[in-house]
Nanobody
């Protein structure tokens, strides 16, 4: 079992930056890939970025060039650096393994981009 706790969200103006963190604990040695997901009001949850145990990364077209996913050397924390934020980035952001597992969804962290 894996426990995931997201943090770092908040209110930011358009064009601003935030860094989200996802602290993982439990059976993290079994994790092959991690992902950041988001869910905007009235929309389905979507995959934003992934990082494999080997360090390969991928991004959705909507965030490519603005967001960067990374992790610490111990592989216990995954980050999402978000730059040039837009109002359409407003959502609750979650981390999970990739592909996601329903048992691992946490509370998420709210990101609001507004002037």
């Amino acid at each position: 079992q894996v426990s995931l706790v997201e943090s770092g969200g908040g209110l930011v103006q358009p064009g601003g930056s935030l860094r989200l963190s996802c602290a993982a604990s439990g059976s993290i040695g079994s994790i092959v890939a991690m992902g950041w997901y988001r869910q905007a009001p009235g929309k389905q949850r979507e995959l934003v970025a992934t990082i494999t145990s080997g360090g390969s990364v991928n991004y959705s077209d909507s965030v490519k060039g603005r967001f960067t996913i990374s992790r610490d050397n111990a592989k216990t924390t995954v980050y999402l650096q978000m730059n040039s934020l837009k109002p359409e980035d407003t959502a609750v952001y979650y981390c999970n393994v990739f592909p996601s597992r329903s048992a691992y969804w946490g509370q998420g962290t709210q990101v609001t981009v507004s002037s």
